[in-house]
């Protein structure tokens, strides 16, 4: 291997607690982090340094299991434990929250905003997917409630470009949604893990979705198009690669960078993996090669791995150990 | 198995699938004896329990059962209310009640059957086949009575005492909404998924809003088990009274302990049967409505004129919103409303219409139906951020006439398409007015005034209870 997964920097981000999720701010200045002791952190660089900016301690009464950026990048949503979300507005270098979005029987487990910034989704143990949408007056009204899943949603994510929303449950199953008349419904289930689905990423287009999972692999799907001639409906997706033998625990997350199309992953087993396309494969058989490995990027589970928006190459990783790093990818091919 | 409650019961308490048999919290009581307490318990190979004393004696123990009112009183699950219900609530159970009927019959034993039919189902059923709403409710008394049924009424007829009720309590909350807080909105009751969604979410927050006027079904338990077993020297658990509705929540609305006549140990309501139920009736026993020979109709618990069925104006979930608007804009502004005006806001389950006077809005009222549209109505109203006077709140996307009960779309027949032709044959029926219907009026002036003010208060009324959220070590959930 010529690439290299090199260290940057690491950060004692929520000492004595685990760390569950970072994010990056959509222009890259900050990075957002959420973890066991409640607490939502804003990192900001200083000279070579991040520091950290600010602690958001009053919102949640539990654990903060993920943060998402607004795409205008004046908003920060977080989800939480105690069952609600809270909506956090930026206002210099502070922040207030906002609203609380109410309504999930029990623990929240993501929030991620939809690239026009008017939809919220939200996911929950309680197996439900809510779709909220806000207004210009920062209302927050709920226009959907899907209960597709029969057991805890774990993520949901949205289509770079299109509103269609995508959510990976213990059920084992990836749903995909889309708004019909005034509602919103499961037009696609993604059967084909063997446990846990932990998380999704699109590719940079949209047109396929990576999952991981319990069951120590990575599935890409890709959406059928009426053209494919194999008879499949329109708006199913099939499974058209599985990156198996990789990793040898859970894989906790996975990310496709906007940049490099690399896709990293967070593995149970500490390690950090990039992977990369082979450009030469059939795109319906698309192949991806272990790129670089950093096998104890974090002395416990990696939980989650960001892309930097802006600066190709740069990862954010953090771990149930309280810990933020920063990685640079590097890659000759 | 899927559940057939409506979406918002499914939603509360989501991570339960456990039968009571299985894995139940809820403590049974159990009735200690004096005596040595030392003694074997043995296991039959049919799953019975034998106490085996010292002395060789043996003694069959009682199984704890779990009843439907342990289930709703419990914060936990609510799919083991549903097992319980399916056998305490079925046409399983009515078929039993009717066999049992013919054996008894020389006896004298017999139970009067009543079977109280709601608009809605019928319009399900008249849908499925090809049918007037009036024609399929002469052809259900018939299948009905063949059967073995004594009477069959409609539950428009107590419907009209329900509008009237509810009519008369938003004006009270409206003349005391200055000094009462939670006088208005006032929060329509009819729905029984709404109601136990309420109680057991939110509580007493939510609950004060609520109208107390009883539904439909229960005003019919009312004037079966109270007016009708006068009328016919009967008490009332020797009458079976069946309700045929268009949602199966209202199975738990009728195992209310707050509908229970404890005097006579009877419900006032013992048995719901859904819509869908009675077309398997139909397929059990071989035969089609469009085959059967009419009856005549039971008139005397019915919404009739001549041998026609009436309707109520206003939307396919009982005319709540319709009817509380125009009589509170005679009442209160002198206002006679021709035609009401549906602004539909974020999505067709949520509508609005206003009263306004030189530009100033004088009623604010909406209907929302479905779970999203319940959530933004209870968010607003405890962010203070609610405008309304008075909300007709179904758990049901499309209210009551796409109840979970209702008939399913036949092959290439969508669901949207099923639900316009059942909405287009509930509004084909003649309206009437409960102001104007005069049978329901001598009934005020009779049996309601004969049995005082508070007796007749309950007949026409109930009360919720908040559900505490249950703090057993066993449930707290990590």
Known sequence: MKDTLAPVLRLSAHPDSRCWYVAWSPKGSLLASCGGDRAVRIWGKEGDNWECKCVLSDGHQRTVRKVAWSPCGNYLASASFDATTCIWKK????????????????????????????????????????IWEVDEEDEYECVSVVNSHTQDVKHVVWHPTQELLASASYDNKVCIYKEEDDDWECRATLEGHTSTVWSLSFDPEGQRLASCSDDRTVKIWKECTPGDGDGSTDGAWKCVCTLSGFHSRTVYDVAWDRLTGALATACGDDGVRIFKEDTTADPEQPVFYL??????????????????PQEAGLLATCSDNGEIAIWNYHSDA | MAS???????????????????????????????GKSVAKIQIEDDGSYFQVNQDGQRQKLEKAKITLNDCLACSGCITSAESVLITQQSHEELYRVLRLNKVLLSSGEQKVVVVSVSPQSRASLAARYSLSSSETARRLTAFFKNLGVHYVFDTGFSRTFSLLESQREFLKRFARKEED?????????????????????????????????????????????????????????????????????KKLEA????????????????????????????????????????APLDTMLSNVCGEELLCHAGSGSGGYLHHVYTHAAKQLFGVEVEELTYKTLKNKDFQEVTLEKDGIILLRFAATYGFRNIQNLVQKLKRGKSPYHFVEVMACPSGCLNGGGQLKPVADQSNKELLQQVEELYKAEHLSAPEQDTRVAELYQTWLESVGEETARQLLHTQYHAVEKSTNGLTIKW
């Open chain 1, 91 to 130: 206002k210099n270098d502070d922040f207030e929250c906002l609203t609380v979005l109410e309504g999930h029987e029990n623990e929240v487990k993501c929030v991620a905003w939809a690239p026009s910034g008017n939809l919220l989704a939200t996911c929950s143990r309680d197996k439900s997917v809510w």
């Open chain 1, 291 to 308: 790129s670089a490995h950093m096998p104890k990027a974090h002395s416990q589970d990696v939980n989650c791995v960001a892309w930097h």
């Open chain 2, 4 to 34: 057939h409650f409506s979406g918002v019961l499914q939603l509360t308490d989501l991570d339960d699938f456990i039968t009571p048999s299985q894995e139940c919290v809820k403590p049974v009581k159990v009735d200690k004896k004096q």
């Open chain 2, 181 to 249: 807080k939670k006088a208005l909105p006032m929060l329509a009751s009819a729905c029984p998924g709404w109601i136990c969604y309420a109680e057991k979410t939110h509580g007493d927050f939510i609950l004060p809003y609520i109208s107390t006027t009883r539904s439909p079904q229960q005003i019919m338990g009312s004037l079966v088990k109270s007016f009708f077993t006068k009328q016919q020297g009967l008490d009332p658990q020797k009458i079976y009274h069946v309700t045929v509705m268009p949602c199966y929540d």
């Open chain 2, 255 to 294: 195992s209310r302990p707050d509908f229970y006549i404890n005097e006579f140990e009877t419900r006032e309501v013992d048995c719901v049967i859904t819509s869908g139920e009675v077309l398997r009736m139909l397929e059990e026993e071989g035969v089609s409505l469009s085959d059967i020979e009419p």
